[in-house]
């Protein structure tokens, strides 16, 4: 079966670079989700998307911006990189407003902050 | 707000044994979902099981059982017949249903596990 894909795996950047990081969701999902992982850490919700619209924000700095495209694809935008951003930002999709409620993830885009 | 705790972070289990993790927590509302996930050495999240708060039966995958005491707000998982590739750090979560199903998920702390040959 086909499961969410981000891309790209791996991200080295300096600080004060931007980072871009995509996520396609499983087929006819139409909600996406991103979350922080730092080391050691739980994940952390930053921000959802359902049919394009924002549905939920979390504690998502405002140096990274989100969106999710026609396709549900997403992107999460983060500019103005620092070290304390280098983690593991998981993507998830679910199919919103149907009796599945499960959010199934990506394996995730390891970022680091140098 | 919604909170999880996981108060074990380190549990050991002997391979083909049986192991509980905990897992409890606070809410208000009365309608929601509980869900295990599983994180090996890789980092991918793996969805284990996953309970209905409105489903008095203890959801059940194969070696993987839950119990699932709603007045307690305690949710543990069971892993019989413990395999060396159950080695992880399992994560607690809950998720709302107070606004359909694009909520998001609340992590416990999780617990790292470690099977014994």
């Known amino acids: 079966a086909a499961g969410v894909i981000q891309s790209p795996r791996h991200l080295i950047k300096e600080k004060r670079e931007t980072a871009t990081l995509k996520c396609y969701p499983i087929p006819r999902h139409d909600t996406v989700y991103w979350y922080q992982q730092g080391p050691g850490q739980d994940p952390q919700f930053l921000i959802s998307f359902y049919e394009k619209m924002q549905s939920d924000k979390g504690s998502i700095p405002d140096r990274f911006s989100a969106q999710q495209f026609s396709d549900y694809h997403s992107e999460l935008n983060m500019s103005s990189l620092e070290l304390g951003d280098s983690a593991l930002y998981f993507c998830a999709s679910s199919l919103g407003g149907a009796a599945t409620d499960t959010q199934y993830f990506g394996p995730g885009t390891r970022l680091t902050v140098l | 707000a919604q909170t999880v705790t996981q108060s074990q972070p380190e549990m050991s289990v002997q391979e083909a044994e049986t192991v509980t993790l905990s897992c409890t927590y606070d809410?208000?509302?009365?309608?929601?979902?509980l869900f295990w996930y599983k994180q090996p050495p890789s980092r991918q999240m793996i969805l284990v099981i996953r309970?209905?708060?409105?489903?008095?039966q203890n959801a059940t995958e194969n070696r993987f059982s839950v119990n699932f005491q709603k007045a307690a707000k305690s949710f543990s998982l069971k892993i019989s017949d413990s395999q060396l590739g159950d080695a992880a750090m399992y994560f607690c979560?809950?998720?709302?249903?107070?606004?359909?199903?694009?909520?998001?998920?609340?992590f416990g702390t999780g617990t790292r596990l470690q099977v014994f040959p």
């Open positions: 809410t208000s509302e009365s309608d929601y979902y």
């Open positions: 309970q209905e708060a409105y489903k008095q």
């Open positions: 979560a809950y998720r709302s249903a107070r606004f359909g199903n694009t909520d998001k998920l609340i």
